[in-house]
């Protein structure tokens, strides 16, 4: 079969990208797959040409009615019989698209996955002559991806609806533990695997510390005139916010001249990270991706992740770490991208990004790492378990907490031997320990800290240590920080004091009664959403806990379920 010719007669181009060739041959030999195809490379195509090569109907499992429509559009356009079902649809229309599918008037259907899976649908479908099922996005399907919908797990009982229908199942960004449990949920045994490179070679790559997101952003932006691009925020309300100055585009962006990328908000996980990054740059010209990091990000995606369950709390955990490691790498960001996905990447230079361009300053942190190293230590041989960064850090920063009196961690000999560093370069420390293999975590919510071997023995014997300067690591000595430079949310401590004022008010008294300003700062700083987590903030008695922990932990709740709302 003339298979180039059908390209250049149906899609007008003149050449396969890689893997396209193998994939449409197996599909047309009726066989199941796994293709990982990274955005940009041409996964819908590995179905489209072999739905128009022979009879049937292929149907097209589709999560988003966005796509859905602009593929079928496009489709439409190059005169291909390909229609959509989903609930954008009106009773009339949707009748008279079944009576088309019934007469085998179309070669492909696109339908969302809780659609296809009502036992009415499958009944109707039975009665069509169905040539295969393609499942897009086939990552959903999988817990351990970074998009898991339950609904997408119902489609592994198709197998025994269309026992001798062929499935190809398609992804742009699944890990070999995503990819194999994708294929062990949708039973295909006998499947040819089809895995392309992560590499983008046309993309650079950059990560900048956070310090004013809207003109960082602008800057970017008007520094590439005439050119588009997307901007990537965690909430809603921040995408509103940047949308009514600049321009934002939400999911399933199937723009091919993409330039540009910005994520404003640390993404989840790497690999949303690294599909939103795909959109850019989609045509194969140069496109650069732009991250903006700051440590206040890393806690709200935590308080998000303390939503889930506790298993998806795990998983969560396990891929934020990743994505925080990512964003504070010395090395070649594109060599740690493809590591992820389980590629190397041998080029000691990738020469496209900020790392290979202009490498991170380092420095001796051979005493700092000791420091460290010893406080997870000595607090691990005192109880016989460890605990978590936070507290490692509170022990080194000299912190008089609660937590800290009652396990006589006041009494160890690192305790405050930190003062010389704010946290914020300490927590940053400790995250590079943990990437170098000194420090293991434990998976999940708390992620106590213990030292590996290699730890033990660089603790012992006082191996040097280089450590990359963080955005923010100060190494000089500070004077003692006054109450009003606790580093919190800004925003989130504006918020607070207003609720104070109104407090206030309605007591006749002034604000400083209800609160100070550092216990105010505290709550920003380490967001109560619980009245037990209210009760370690200072100044909050029995009495302020009976009178003021419902408003305030009210407050805090809202404010980060408005931050969390995704687009």
Known sequence: MDLPGALKKHFGYSEFRPLQEEIIRDALAGRDQFALLPTGGGKSLCFQ??????????????????????????????????????SALDRHEAVARLRGLHRGEYRLLYVAPERLMLETFLDKAATWKIAQIAIDEAHCISEWGHDFRPEYRELKKLRKHFPDVPIMALTATATERVRKDIVDQLHLDDARCYVASFNRPNLTYRVVPKSSPYEQVLAFIRSRPNESGIVYCASRKTADSLAGKLIAFGMGINKPNVRFVVHHDLPKNIESYYQETGRAGRDGLPSDCLLLFSASDVVKQRRFIEEKSEHEQRIAHEQLRAMIAYAETRECRRATLLKYFGEDFVTPSCESCDNCLNPRETFDGT??????????????????????????????SGAETEGIRQRGHDQLSTYGIGQDLKRSAWQAIGRELLRLGLVAAAPGKFATLQLTDAGLATLRERKPITLTKPFDVE??????????????????????????????DERDVPAYIIFSDAALREMARTYPTTTAEFSHIPGVGQQKLRDFAQPFTAAIRSYLSTAGERI
């Open 49 to 86: 040409l072999p739905a128009l090569l022979r009879d049937g109907l292929t149907i097209v499992v589709s999560p988003l009615i966005s796509l859905m429509k602009d593929q079928v559009d496009a489709l439409q356009t190059s005169g291909i019989a390909a229609t959509f079902l989903n």
């Open 475 to 504: 190494t000089t000595r500070r004077r003692k920080r006054r109450a009003g430079e606790i580093e919190c949310d800004e925003a989130l401590f504006e918020k607070l004091r207003t609720l104070r004022r109104k407090l206030a």
């Open 367 to 396: 005493m700092h790492a000791q420091k460290f190293l010893s406080c997870v230590y000595r607090i691990h041989a005192k109880h016989g378990f460890g605990f978590g960064s936070n507290h490692i850090v509170d022990v080194l």
